[in-house]
């Protein structure tokens, strides 16, 4: 999500009560709606439930939902070509930040439910997915961005219904505010990392400096002459030409002389970047698919660090195929984080001393081992 939608979503969340109240008396009623949708904030997890229409599933997502029981019969929790186009269109059209870092959703249950007497003999697609969090998120940010129908006739208004354990909420989407933001509240806001401001100063200006010295060379020819010879001619068009060749070749950008041209944010937006980044690390470990978690990972880590972390994560996932064991991140505690100030910055780098715990599982061979690993690095922080 760029910089634009994520304002947008802390300017709708000063809704009024009213509005608030509209949206909690629609979203109880008992005729079915045409799609509905519940948040579960959990410690480790946010779990998103959405159940569609059958014929608004169809006309979004293009698929025939009556497949949907033949496709995975043992219950393996497997959909194939057709879950990861499930997964694809919520990625595009629903997507959900945590922590300032917009994650891919993980396809749990997918079902095809056949209409009955109390719900109007409605068909329903009910589609569950998790985003694996860690920790408990301090932010998140939720995307609407579908209102269209079959019958060319817009949705009025999308409902999320959120829960957690000391909080509820209904969030009304419509087409002038298709986002929302939720924090806990006890929380402190996270850092959106596209909402902290450029490593490198903005320029005043740039200047082009051979084709401008070329350009004053010929207009000081034209300007000394005391007519219009061949000479005077050939020599302005030879300057011309010569600013034409260089034009781009020599670039300087002016700033004040007085500021660094490097800005680094405080400490504390710093620390609050630095783990926004970090944790998300080892939500990767949540996901299969080889190309979603290289997408997850290059959302918070580059250069050599990101294929080593890479390289782990496909460790881990032979031992699943090969040895049947599972390696399940419970969640990532930060024990402390310290921005290293140095005298002198070149380069919009700041360094961070982490320490940290992981606490999770190892399921194999029909048991459990639960395991806690405490960790200490230095980071550079590039963005």
């Given amino acids: 999500m760029n910089s634009t939608i994520v304002l947008l979503c802390i300017l709708v969340s000063i809704a009024s009560s009213t509005d608030m109240a509209h949206a909690s008396d629609s979203i109880t009623s008992h005729v079915p709606k045409p799609i509905n949708i519940e948040v ?16 608004l599933f169809t006309h979004w997502f293009s698929l025939d939902p009556k497949v ?41 249950d997918l079902e095809y439910q056949e ?16 985003y694996p969090t860690k920790a408990r998120p301090r932010q ?11 019958d060319g006739f817009p949705l009025e208004s999308v409902y999320y219904v959120l829960s957690t354990r000391d909080d509820y909420q209904v969030y009304r989407f419509q087409e002038d505010t298709p986002g929302w933001s939720w924090s806990p509240p006890e929380a402190e806001k996270m850092i959106d990392p596209e909402l902290v401001a450029p490593g490198i100063r903005m320029p005043w200006f740039t200047l082009d400096l051979l084709p401008i010295l070329f350009s004053i060379i010929g207009l000081r020819l034209v300007w ?111 024990l402390d984080t310290e921005v290293v100030v140095t005298k002198t910055v070149v380069d919009p780098v ?15 061979w029909g048991h459990t081992h639960w395991r806690k690993n405490l960790s200490t690095a230095l980071y550079d922080v590039r963005w």
């Fill in 350 to 364: 700041f360094r961070v001393r982490a320490r940290w715990e992981v606490i999770g599982t190892v399921k194999h």
């Fill in 68 to 108: 949907i029981d033949d496709l995975d019969p043992d219950l393996e929790g497997d959909w194939r070509e057709y879950g990861n186009r499930v997964v694809d269109w919520l990625d595009l059209h629903a997507p959900v930040q945590v922590d300032g870092v917009q994650l891919i959703p993980v396809l749990t």
């Fill in 224 to 334: 000394r002459a005391k007519k219009f010879s061949r000479a005077t001619v050939g020599g302005a068009m030879v300057c011309v030409a010569l600013a034409a060749a260089t034009l781009g070749t020599s670039k300087v950008e002016v700033r004040p002389f007085w500021l660094s041209p490097v800005q680094l944010p405080p400490p504390e937006q710093a620390e609050a970047l630095f783990e926004s980044l970090h944790r998300n690390i080892y939500r990767a470990f949540d996901y299969e698919d080889e190309h979603q978690i290289y997408r997850l990972l290059e959302r918070s880590v580059s250069g050599q660090l990101l294929q080593q972390i890479y390289d782990e994560i496909h460790e881990s996932l032979m031992m699943r195929i090969e040895e049947d064991a599972i390696c399940d991140v419970r969640a990532v505690r930060s």
């Fill in 140 to 150: 998140l940010d939720f995307i609407w961005s579908r209102f269209d129908t079959e």
């Fill in 115 to 130: 209409g009955f007497d109390l719900n109007d003999l409605m068909n329903f697609v009910a589609i569950t997915v998790t």
């Fill in 40 to 55: 579960d904030v959990r410690e480790a997890e946010t779990e998103v439930f959405l159940l569609i229409d059958e014929t």
